[in-house]
């Protein structure tokens, strides 16, 4: 039984792993920015030639890094991947890597507030064209993916109205022209990823949520084919500065070793939550694509295990309401991460999402009564009380 036969559990305790010459258990941290030669003959071959555990600089690669990069890509089942400092790094890495003037980029349009800018404001700037279309709507992919569109991009579940998209198809649709598939994938979480066995290129997550978890640090991972990666992607980041800090990617390396038990138990407390609180009457919806009470169920379901760790409700009386409702909360926590072992509800039109043009609002499904509810690893009992106590309050 080789290493690429484990199963997930035991790739994100094992995979990847460099031990120094000391044979530590723990992965070592090496917090150096350079590394030093025997000789000036040794450094000019390396610059020629850098081998496999040869490194030059942090920002091109450091020994810990690699381990997280190598780790996060078995379990991807990808062939490669390059850390960055942060999930909006890897984004925006991901696309100025693979992207030039005169490009044409087809984006799904229901996008998490920085995403967005990116594609609506920081591409147009350097000349690519972009396209934003209904990403649930196939046709509406069909028609703006033209013989000359260079890549699409989506968020597999999107962020934060949980909207699913047929990944398969649009993979087909954009490879059928030539064209790359970049995905970010935080809301589907690692665990319950589907989009390299979909046909994804690019593969991107914000490590900050899940794999770290705990509301330490910020991280980023686009993983992908190996050409791709130590093509395109490391030559823009390592000479852009993209690149993660060792601290952070030993962090996250160590989170790993847990991330499956703790994505489980969030995603049964979704799944429970949706359950308790479906048919409050303060409520016009709740949304989780894994529970029946989602539109896009049955697509859910046929695409992954279950849909993540973050459920939305939306409350009758919008944003007076919504804030009611927060500001009741005891078990949870007010802030605008998501992820985390730590229960967190956001009101994303007054945070994450505020700088989306109100009039675009409706179109994507953000309402003033809006709420995202990120599951963490209290007793679902108490997360389930606390909201119903906090709905009651509305």
Same mark, same amino acid.
């Given at each position: 039984?080789?290493?690429?036969?484990?199963? !997930?559990?035991?790739?994100?305790?094992?995979?990847?792993?460099?031990?120094?010459?000391?044979? *530590?258990?723990?992965?070592?941290?090496?917090?150096?920015?350079?590394?030093?030669?025997?000789?000036?003959?040794?450094?000019?071959?390396?610059?020629?030639?850098?081998?496999?555990?040869?490194?030059?600089?942090?920002?091109?690669? &450091?020994?810990?890094?690699?381990?997280?990069?190598?780790?996060?890509?078995?379990?991807?089942?990808?062939?490669?991947?390059?850390?960055?400092?942060?999930?909006?790094?890897?984004?925006?890495?991901?696309?100025?890597?693979?992207?030039?003037?005169?490009?044409?980029?087809?984006?799904?349009?229901?996008?998490?507030?920085?995403?967005?800018?990116?594609?609506?404001?920081?591409?147009?700037?350097?000349?690519?064209?972009?396209?934003?279309?209904?990403?649930?709507?196939?046709?509406?992919?069909?028609?703006?993916?033209?013989? %000359?569109?260079?890549?699409?991009?989506?968020?597999?579940?999107? &962020?934060?109205?949980?909207? #699913?998209?047929?990944?398969?198809?649009?993979?087909?649709?954009?490879?059928?022209?030539?064209?790359?598939?970049?995905?970010?994938?935080?809301?589907?979480?690692?665990?319950?990823?589907?989009?390299?066995?979909?046909?994804?290129?690019?593969?991107?997550?914000?490590?900050?949520?899940?794999? %770290?978890?705990?509301?330490?640090? +910020?991280?980023?991972?686009?993983?992908?084919?190996?050409?791709?990666?130590?093509? !395109?992607?490391?030559?823009?980041?390592?000479?852009?500065?993209?690149?993660?800090? !060792?601290? &952070?990617?030993?962090?996250?390396?160590?989170?790993?070793?847990?991330?499956?038990?703790?994505?489980?138990?969030?995603?049964?407390?979704?799944?429970?939550?949706? %359950?308790?609180?479906?048919?409050?009457?303060?409520?016009?919806?709740?949304?989780?694509?894994?529970?029946?009470?989602?539109?896009?169920?049955?697509?859910?379901?046929?695409?992954?295990?279950?849909?993540?760790?973050?459920?939305?409700?939306?409350?009758?009386?919008?944003?007076?309401?919504?804030?009611?409702?927060? &500001?009741?909360?005891?078990?949870?926590?007010?802030?605008?991460?998501?992820?985390?072992?730590?229960?967190?509800?956001?009101?994303?039109?007054?945070?994450?999402?505020?700088? #989306?043009?109100?009039?675009?609002?409706?179109?994507?499904?953000?309402?003033?009564?809006?709420?995202?509810?990120?599951?963490?690893? *209290?007793?679902?009992?108490?997360?389930?009380?606390?909201?119903?106590?906090? +709905?009651?309050?509305?």
């Amino acid at each position: 039984m080789g290493k690429t036969d484990w199963k !997930p559990q035991t790739q994100l305790i094992h995979q990847g792993t460099r031990r120094s010459q000391y044979g *530590e258990v723990s992965e070592a941290l090496f917090l150096t920015q350079g590394f030093v030669y025997d000789t000036a003959e040794a450094a000019e071959a390396r610059f020629v030639d850098q081998g496999e555990d040869e490194f030059i600089y942090a920002r091109y690669g &450091n020994p810990t890094t690699r381990m997280f990069e190598d780790r996060m890509a078995a379990i991807e089942g990808c062939e490669d991947a390059f850390a960055t400092a942060s999930g909006m790094a890897a984004v925006s890495g991901a696309l100025m890597a693979v992207l030039k003037s005169g490009d044409h980029l087809v984006s799904s349009r229901a996008l998490f507030g920085s995403c967005n800018y990116i594609v609506s404001e920081v591409l147009p700037k350097f000349g690519v064209e972009t396209t934003l279309v209904d990403g649930r709507d196939l046709d509406a992919w069909k028609a703006a993916i033209r013989p %000359d569109t260079k890549a699409v991009f989506l968020e597999s579940i999107s &962020n934060p109205t949980l909207e #699913v998209i047929d990944l398969k198809a649009v993979c087909e649709l954009a490879h059928a022209v030539g064209a790359l598939v970049v995905v970010d994938n935080a809301m589907c979480t690692p665990i319950f990823t589907y989009a390299k066995k979909a046909g994804a290129d690019l593969i991107i997550y914000s490590t900050t949520k899940h794999v %770290d978890g705990q509301g330490r640090c +910020l991280g980023g991972i686009i993983a992908g084919d190996r050409e791709l990666i130590r093509g !395109p992607v490391e030559m823009y980041l390592k000479h852009t500065g993209g690149a993660i800090s !060792p601290f &952070n990617a030993w962090i996250q390396l160590k989170s790993l070793e847990t991330l499956d038990l703790r994505v489980r138990q969030q995603a049964r407390t979704a799944m429970a939550v949706c %359950d308790a609180v479906e048919h409050h009457p303060a409520l016009n919806f709740v949304r989780y694509p894994s529970h029946k009470a989602h539109p896009q169920y049955d697509l859910a379901i046929s695409l992954c295990e279950a849909a993540g760790t973050v459920i939305t409700i939306d409350l009758k009386g919008g944003k007076d309401a919504a804030f009611k409702f927060l &500001n009741a909360l005891e078990v949870f926590t007010i802030s605008n991460n998501f992820a985390d072992a730590k229960s967190i509800a956001t009101h994303p039109c007054t945070t994450t999402h505020k700088n #989306v043009p109100v009039e675009r609002r409706p179109e994507v499904g953000l309402t003033d009564g809006l709420v995202r509810l990120s599951m963490g690893l *209290e007793d679902p009992q108490d997360i389930i009380a606390d909201l119903l106590a906090a +709905l009651d309050a509305v």
